[in-house]
Structures are given as C-alpha cells and as structure tokens.
C-alpha cells in the first residue's frame, strides 16, 4: 500500500509534535503494509509557510531515524497545499508537488468550495500540474451533491478519499459521501490523512471494507495501482469506472465495472 496524505513529519503543522511519535507510527504503518508513505505537510501562506529547506531538513532526519530503527518504508516529500490566488507561484518557487511529479495535494475551506475555487485551479492546470484535491467528501458543497466530485474531475482534478471516512470517524453524512464518491468511481485515492494521534490502522480497515463490498481490485487500484503512479508520474485515468443500474421486481441493482 501506498499512503498519498499524511502528517507525519514531526514539527511543521498540526500532525505529529515529536520524532519518536513519527517513527513508531512509521513502524505500525510499515507492519501493516505500507510501502511508501507522501509526507504532505499544510502549506497554507500565510498560516503554515515555512521555507522549503525547513521541510527538507525535518524530512531528511526523520528519514536517519526511521533507518536507524530498521525501517524499509520509503518516505517520499509531499505538501498539502492550501488554494488560494497566486499559489501556483509558490507551487512553482517551492516545489509543493508529491515527491518530483508533477501531481499536488491541494485542500480548501471544508464548509465549501468557494466560487474562485476553480478560477484558483486553473493556473495549476495550464502550467502542467495535476492537482489532487484532498478529502474530498469532507467540503459540504460536496456532501450536499456529491456529483460535483464527479463534474471536477470531468474539469481534470483527482479526488482523494480519507479512509476514516469509509469508517465514520467524521460522522455519517461525510461517510455517506465517501462511500458515494467511492461506489460511483469518483475517487482516485484512499489515504490516511494521519496526524499521528491514533494508532495506525484506518487504512487497512478501508481498504478490507473496499474488498468486501466492491472487490480487491478496486481496493487495489485506489490503495496501491493509482497511488503508485504518483512517483513515475504517469497518467491516472480520470474515469475509470461505469456503473449500470437497473431495476428489477422494484428493488435496486447495479454492476460495476472497472477499465483503464
């Protein structure tokens, strides 16, 4: 498994406020299947901004330590990248990309999409990025019709799903969506969104959940396949998934397919 979200790089935003916490939460993630995690730290100008050569130091020491410890998993740098106008300069200055794709995290206010929320995009897209926006199902426009995740990648945005939300740990309307965005296809990628202030586990718990109710592929493709491609920056499909619903005997059936 690949974990694209994360805040485990101790001493930067709101996640983990010590390295040996980040290392024992690499290790229980490691234990469970992790391969490769992104380190995206908030960057929000003007609240989290920091030098990118403060990040790179945090992440090179925490890499010493988690070797140190016999650990294997590949720590890769990563931002989580507040949209607000301009940023595609900071974007561009700082290398705010996960690891050296081209693809970046982005975030925005969860009580909605603001209205420039594309017009603020659109610069990220001319100059080549693939931006990814993070926990999609957690913005109420998005919960309110969960079909505009579908209309933003028709306008070549991934959607990016925290596994805690497939669990219900932001309530039953946010998982509702998850599970919504998830069924239909329109999420890319199960991630953690890990502050380090729980035991490691929500990521597995997902990804079975996933295989019992759709199929290991599905998990495979959001969890590992899709997540995978990040680092040799090859194209994900924007679609891949038809679903055919039909009606028979007055109750609700659906198939499910997957290509791409």
Same mark, same amino acid.
């Given at each position: @498994? ?15 406020? #010590? ?6 939460? %690499?290790r229980? @993630?490691?234990?469970? $299947?992790?391969?490769?995690?992104? +380190? ?12 990118r ?5 945090? %992440? ?10 016999? +650990?294997?998993?590949? &720590? ?22 996960? $690891?050296?794709?081209?693809?970046? &995290?982005?975030?925005?206010? %969860? #009580?909605?999409? =603001? ?9 990220? +897209?001319?100059?080549?990025?693939? =931006?990814? +926006? ?8 998005? @919960?309110?019709? =969960? ?10 945005i ?8 497939? &669990? !219900? ?9 998850? /599970?919504?965005?998830?069924?239909? !296809? ?20 997902? !990804? ?9 592929r ?35 059936? /659906?198939?499910?397919?997957l290509? !791409?």
């Amino acid at each position: @498994m690949i974990d694209i979200h994360s805040h485990i790089l101790p001493n930067i935003d709101d996640g983990s406020d #010590n390295i040996e916490k980040s290392v024992e939460q %690499l290790r229980l @993630m490691e234990a469970g $299947g992790v391969r490769e995690v992104y +380190l995206t730290s908030h960057y929000f100008r003007g609240h989290y901004h920091y030098p990118r050569n403060e990040y790179d130091a945090k %992440l090179s020491e925490l890499r010493l330590k988690a070797e140190q410890k016999g +650990l294997k998993i590949k &720590l890769h740098s990563g931002f989580e990248v507040f949209i607000q106008p301009g940023i595609v300069e900071d974007i561009k200055e700082k290398n705010l990309t996960l $690891g050296d794709s081209k693809y970046v &995290l982005i975030e925005s206010e %969860l #009580n909605g999409l =603001p209205t420039d929320f594309y017009q603020n995009v659109y610069p990220l +897209l001319r100059a080549g990025y693939k =931006p990814i +926006l993070a926990h999609a199902e957690r913005y109420v426009s998005i @919960m309110k019709r =969960p079909t505009k995740a579908r209309e933003l990648t028709d306008r070549d945005i991934y959607i990016q799903t925290n596994a805690g939300s497939l &669990l !219900g740990h932001y309530g039953d309307k946010v998982r509702h969506t998850a /599970w919504t965005l998830v069924d239909n !296809g329109w999420t890319h990628f199960i991630a953690s969104d890990d502050h380090v202030r729980t035991n490691y586990q929500a990521l597995f718990e997902a !990804g079975n959940l996933i295989e019992a109710r759709i199929d290991s592929r599905t998990r495979d493709l959001l969890c590992k396949s899709f997540p995978a491609a990040i680092a040799t920056n090859d194209r994900i499909p924007y679609s891949y998934v038809i679903v055919q619903r039909s009606h028979h005997h007055k109750h609700k059936s /659906w198939l499910r397919s997957l290509f !791409g």
